[in-house]
């Protein structure tokens, strides 16, 4: 049975509703500074913490509900004599239910205020009393959670209690909570990259019809402290987004942010499957598209500048899964909302703003930083140097195969790729991909060195007259000996990009 009650809330949504509900059910309420005085102001009968504990608010509010007569409460385990006892002998009466929500560090955090104010909404009572409450869920029913009032409410109409299951879950809840909120403040105040403990704090955003297949289950999450493409983003139009959706909105997006000019990016299946730079929006988008007329049907496409109506006609003659772009004119929406299916989504956050990036393995996590790098060096390493043309079409390669899978090959002509070899096991193999797709491309783009020559001598008879590549292996040197035999420049840049 709940006879007594201790309400403490930062977010009042509701607390006035329940507290008239507890109320009526014979239930005292005990409550703590700001709830205290809108309890009371609102006419709700409510005792005072300090008249329990016999002390007053001490530290500007930091020290209220951290007392024996609290805790003591909360902690007694009613079928235990020894504990009932002790309470008894010092006055002190048990507390049935715990209500309480904490300071908004997960919002204050990311906004501008000092170091010493955000420290101010680190929450110490609050996650004490909810964790003494949490650890005896058996005897006091805990409330973290706001949206949990009406099903409390409907149990203790039905049957006159919180049901242990309820109870259970209620307390798990708030570890759950708790866990987050000491994770977010140790990612604030930790300057370790990578920490003894990894803690990551995320929230569910909303769960997803299904994972990468129907019979698998997902939901999506974002942080809780860090910003991003992915959590500051607005759905305008569509179906909801899912599992592969999101996946491959991330690649796209982050694509066409490593440029400055106009970019556009085209995503199937985790794959870029076109890219191209130029001058406006319908430019970039008409050359993505022609990189792979095919494989781009019911693709992902990116783009970082302003959609405007030429382009969104342009994009509306196919099918596709979703369009992403920073804003769209009024009558570019106009159209893409004439498809309703079609996923139209605008994204703020351009570069990229996470620190690390983790791989799940059975048992283990990998993780690394974001390979933000593109080049070390541009460094000419044969006889013939690259024109203007190509050193630009070299940038445009090397920033799109950075986000193909490995091995990687991107053959580039005038600010688009013409062709994309991913995935494969040798290089060779995805040499030849690039280049039977790419058919007319002049510059290509490796992410990793060339074990042999046979790389450089298939690109001649594709007649690529241009090479970028890290450099590294041991036969490094009859690469450049086969690009001087067949007059291709080649450049290396010092730094690999791998991506598996």
Not at 305 to 329: G, H, N, Q, R, W
Request: aromatic residues 8%; proline residues 3%; charged residues 30%.
């Amino acid at each position: 049975m709940i006879n007594r009650a201790l309400i403490s809330v930062y977010k009042k949504d509701n607390i006035l509703e329940f507290s008239k509900f507890l109320i009526e059910k014979n239930v005292e309420i005990i409550s703590t500074g700001g709830t205290y005085r809108y309890l009371k102001e609102n006419g709700i009968p409510v005792t005072e913490v300090s008249e329990i504990t016999k002390f007053k608010e001490m530290l500007d509010g930091r020290v209220k509900t951290l007392h024996p007569n609290i805790h003591g409460g909360i902690l007694a385990v009613r079928d235990n004599a020894e504990h009932m006892r002790t309470i008894e002998e010092n006055d002190i009466k048990p507390i049935d239910m715990v209500i309480v929500n904490l300071y908004p560090f997960f919002e204050e955090v990311k906004t501008d205020k000092s170091f010493e104010e955000k420290v101010e909404f680190i929450d110490i009572g609050g996650p004490t009393m909810l964790r003494s409450a949490a650890k005896s869920f058996k005897d006091v029913v805990v409330i973290s959670d706001t949206d949990d009032y009406e099903k409390i409410k409907e149990e203790i109409n039905e049957s006159g209690d919180v049901s242990f299951e309820t109870r259970k879950n209620l307390a798990g809840k708030v570890f759950n909570l708790c866990s987050a909120y000491d994770a977010a403040i140790s990612e604030f105040l930790l300057n370790e990259e990578f920490p003894h403990y990894l803690n990551m704090s995320y929230e569910k955003m909303f769960d997803l019809r299904y994972g990468e297949n129907p019979h698998q289950k997902a939901a999506y999450y974002v942080s809780t402290v860090q910003d991003g493409a992915m959590k500051d983003f607005k759905q305008l139009n569509g179906k909801e987004l899912s599992f592969n959706n999101i996946r491959d909105m991330d690649i796209a997006w982050k694509i066409v942010n490593e440029f400055d000019e106009p970019a556009c990016s085209a995503i199937k299946h985790s794959t870029p499957c076109g890219a191209a730079v130029g001058k406006t929006p319908f430019e970039v988008y008409q050359k993505a598209y022609e990189c792979d007329p095919v494989s781009i049907f019911g693709g992902i496409v990116a783009v970082n500048k302003e959609v405007d109506e030429e382009t969104a006609a342009e994009m509306a003659k196919i099918f596709l899964e979703i369009v992403i772009a920073p804003s769209y004119t009024e009558k570019a929406l106009e159209i893409l909302k004439g498809k309703k299916n079609l996923r139209v989504i605008e994204a703020k956050t351009g570069k990229v703003q996470d620190k690390l990036e983790y791989v799940k393995v059975d048992g283990g996590l990998l993780v690394q930083d974001v390979n933000k790098e593109m080049m070390k060096e541009f460094n000419i390493v044969t006889k013939k140097a690259p024109d203007e043309t190509e050193i630009g079409d070299m940038i445009l390669g090397m920033k799109v195969v950075k986000h193909v899978k490995s091995n990687a090959i991107v053959v580039v002509k005038d600010g688009m790729a013409k062709g994309i070899g991913t995935g494969e096991t040798n290089r060779i193999w995805a040499t030849m991909q690039a280049l039977e797709r790419a058919k007319d491309g002049s510059v290509l783009a490796s992410d990793a060195f060339f074990p042999f020559r046979d790389c450089v001598d298939e690109a001649a008879k594709a007649g690529i007259t241009a090479i970028i590549q890290p450099g590294g292996s041991m036969r490094d040197q009859e690469s450049v000996d086969a690009c001087n035999e067949h007059g291709i420049s080649m450049v290396f840049t010092g730094i690999r990009h791998f991506k598996h």
